[in-house]
């Protein structure tokens, strides 16, 4: 089996986590060796950063927050993203070194010169083979997140800034994948969940096969 490293970015509400576990699945039914992650919280010292990253009551400095991403993304890189793609695994993750220049570059307005170091720095130079952006209106985020609210779903810090934030990182997600169109590829998530699936499902296969 051919390794590869596929991320999953976008802004709330977007789907993109739905498509992970449905990626997921249909690969392991074709024979793949699949694993799933995270970030923050691939690994066990994630998930406690995690906690503290995502808390609605936790009051972060946006200095603090992006040095906690870097560290979450150098723990995961080291003690699983490498190790798995390896050993021969393909790799799903829910966001990666692009939503730290999205969220904490565009949405904190952390210069990008600074971002991109600490990016580098984390990864250890390690990109996706292909980053999928689900691109999302900031109303129709919106409307969702008030439809998991009405649920009893509870949103978490990054969720709850305001929508001049979440245009900022959904217009810097999309110059991403203007500036690198050989390894960002845009899925328009307005649709139904099977349609969305289909264009992961286009983009994904010529890859792993």
Known sequence: MTAAFITFEGIDGCGKSTQLRMLASELRLRG???VTTREPGGTPLGTRLREVLLDAEEQVDPLAELLLYAADRAQHVRALVRPALDSGHVVLSDRYADATVAYQGAGRGFPGELV????????????????????????ESQRRAQHRARKGD???????????FHARVRDAYLKIAAAEPERVRVIDASGSVQETHSQVMRLVMPLIK
């Open 32 to 34: 793949h060796e699949v």
């Open 116 to 139: 991109s170091e600490l990016v580098a720095l984390a990864t250890g130079g390690l990109m996706p083979d292909l980053t999928l952006i689900f691109d999302l209106t900031v109303d």
């Open 154 to 164: 509870l949103q978490d810090r990054l969720d709850a800034e305001d929508a001049a």
